[in-house]
């Protein structure tokens, strides 16, 4: 079993749908990040998270420690939010873990 | 000006052939990584550097050896490639000692062994 886990695995959504990725953990955090892998390949960074909620836009994440446990939120969503949405916890700035990835693909 | 660039961003070669990746940053972190990902898309960590110093490196090949001749420079070198070893590579840096600094990606690197 993994140590961090992702679901759904695929997600297909309509353009204006809301949408909700989660991830679960296992081990002690510092911090949760969220990552967005578009098609072309390049990965950057949406959100760091060691508490709460935080929002930039349509997306709004939020995490609880004490369940081990964070969202992704897609408001209103759009075919280029079509994309992998990796979530990676942070071990204290020793090491990153990925989950393995949601693939989302918002239809026109 | 690019955060974190890789070269080069496509590398095919020959199976048994010697290649490097080479990757710099210019945000002023401490720490440096490469990840390897796989067809199904999962990230792993092969290597992290610490103000050039090998602080992580996890189970790879021998074949494989990070170079970091200062802290904005961490090259990988593969020795003797394997079909196994196509993936894409991808270099990433962060501040650490906030112990909860961004990471930042370069481009990746897509190596594919013939």
């Known amino acids: 079993k993994n140590e961090v886990e992702q679901s759904p695995q695929n997600l297909t959504a309509q353009e204006g749908e809301f949408i909700t990725i989660n991830c679960s953990y296992s081990?002690?955090?510092?911090?949760l990040h969220w990552l967005q892998q578009h098609p072309g390949g390049g990965i950057v960074s949406l959100f760091m998270l060691s508490s709460g909620k935080k929002k930039h836009g349509r997306l709004i994440a939020t995490i609880n420690i004490q369940e081990k446990h964070s969202s992704l939120h897609i408001t209103a969503s759009h075919p280029r939010d079509s994309a992998v949405y990796i979530c990676a916890v942070d071990n204290y700035g020793q090491n990153f873990v990925f989950g393995p990835g949601t693939r989302l693909s918002v239809l026109p | 000006d690019t955060a974190v660039s890789q070269t080069p961003k496509y590398l095919v070669t020959q199976m048994g052939n010697d290649k490097s990746i080479k990757c710099e940053q210019n945000l002023g972190h401490d720490t440096m990584y490469w990840y390897k990902q796989d067809s199904k898309k999962f990230l792993k960590i092969m290597f992290s550097y610490n103000n050039k110093e090998l602080i992580i490196n996890e189970t790879v090949p021998n074949r494989f050896s990070p170079k970091s001749p200062d802290k904005a420079h961490l090259n990988l070198h593969i020795n003797s490639l394997e079909l196994g070893d196509s993936a894409v590579y991808f270099c990433a840096s962060r501040r650490r000692q906030t112990n909860t600094g961004e990471l930042f990606f370069g481009e990746g690197s897509r190596l594919t062994v013939l």
């Open positions: 081990v002690g955090i510092s911090a």
